[in-house]
């Protein structure tokens, strides 16, 4: 099955990527790492409108992801360099976990929170090479080195009963993992797909437990069953799909500007298309916020 989406944003980024469903508000998070910022806005049904941008480019971050917290004014999660930042509504930024990672040439990229609140987030490596690493970084603050010898740590989620964790390590063999959880443990590494065509970024899982995967360079978005099979495409028009979530039965996807020359028309824009199937929002970080 192949379908098409459309922009529905109202603004445009140079890297947009890691968009969530944050469950306290149904709006979207996302971010554009190439300018280090932090966004949120709403969905109408038509258009996706900006409501809050939070920078922090002049604190030296680049930004890979954001996570909710629990509570409904806390804020978010948000990782950046080789810390975790905590990002209040009225614009607040303080410094939560300092050292998240090791080394110059690598920081955060993409990340998610398991069931039990821990935010699961890797690095990624410049020049490319197997450097970095998957990290879990607990409610009390404690980071582990879950999986090591990573080169671009992107795609992350976990299946409905977070048994199993869905993994793209996009660089070199641009394969979809899967791995056995057992809290702040995996095993059982193995290859669901070789994605080939482009390079694998950005994933959800649906609630039917297919992985939905952001095709960098491949203008689409497929949709993989957990035994390997792409049972649907979403073509994007743009040549950059970064990253995507599902909210209401509408997939969105963010989509990236950089390194393009000419820029297509809608790079950088967020897209959505109607894909009739739900999934679940962000699991929050269950962290206690600095003060």
Known sequence: MRSRAEPVSTQTYQQGESIRVDPRTGDLIWVDMHRGTFHSGAFDGTVLTESFTADLAELGSRIGVGAPLVAGRAGWAVAGGQRLWHVTPDGGRSVWVDGV????????????????????????????????????????????????????????????????????????????EAFD????????????????????????????????????????????????????????????????????GVLFITTA???????????????????????PPAAPFRGQPPH
């Not at 360079?217 to 979403?234: L, N, Q, T, Y």
């Open 101 to 176: 990672g090791d080394g110059v040439g690598r920081f955060l990229n993409d990340g998610v929170c398991a069931p039990d609140g821990a935010f699961w987030v890797g690095t990624q490596s410049v020049p490319r090479e197997p450097t970095s690493a998957l990290y879990r970084v607990g409610p009390d603050l404690a980071v582990t080195t879950v999986l090591s010898g990573v080169t671009v740590s992107n795609g992350i989620g976990f299946s409905p009963d977070g048994a199993t964790l869905y993994y793209i390590d996009t660089l070199p063999h641009r394969r979809l």
């Open 181 to 248: 959880v057992y809290g702040d443990r995996i095993t059982g590494r193995r290859t669901v797909a070789t994605l080939t065509g482009g390079n694998p970024d950005g994933l959800v899982v649906d609630d039917e437990g297919c992985i939905w995967v952001a095709m960098w360079d491949a203008a689409e978005v497929r949709r993989i069953s957990p035994d390997g099979e792409v049972v649907a495409v979403v073509e994007t028009g743009v040549p950059r799909p970064s990253a995507v979530t599902i909210a209401d």
């Open 257 to 279: 500007r950089v390194g393009l020359d000419p820029v297509p028309p809608d790079s950088g824009r967020i897209l959505a298309a109607e894909v009739g199937v739900s999934a």
